[in-house]
């Protein structure tokens, strides 16, 4: 049972260390249209299903993790929720900007 649990640890660790990062490089300049927010949860969702699939215990037989089990197994951050926060924090950096810089002016 530790090896398992050591396991999971090491997959929510890659994640959060390796997947998130190149997921999320430059999103404080990206502009989601629905179709984009989808794809990036449906995606969210298969990565988080590093598990495999869950016994019911009634029947014996393999499913897929839901949604609403995964958000419960794991104590990550939304996605779209450090998004935000990325933008917010970009958006305080071009506020405070010399009025000159294009970016400000952008």
Excluded at 47 to 71: A, D, M, Q, Y
Aim: net charge positive; glycine share 2%; proline share 2%.
């Amino acid at each position: 049972m530790f090896c398992v649990q050591k396991y999971k640890n090491l997959k929510i660790n890659i994640h959060r260390i390796i997947i998130l990062p190149v997921v999320l490089y430059g999103c404080e300049t990206w502009s989601l249209t629905f179709w984009e927010e989808h794809m990036m949860k449906v995606s969210e969702n298969r990565v988080l299903r590093i598990f495999g699939p869950k016994r019911n215990e009634l029947t014996e037989e393999l499913r897929k993790i839901h949604k609403e089990e995964l958000s419960n197994l794991y104590s990550l951050v939304n996605i779209f929720r450090v998004i935000t926060s990325r933008r917010m924090r970009w958006a305080a950096h071009v506020a405070r900007m010399v009025e000159k810089r294009r970016v400000y002016r952008v």
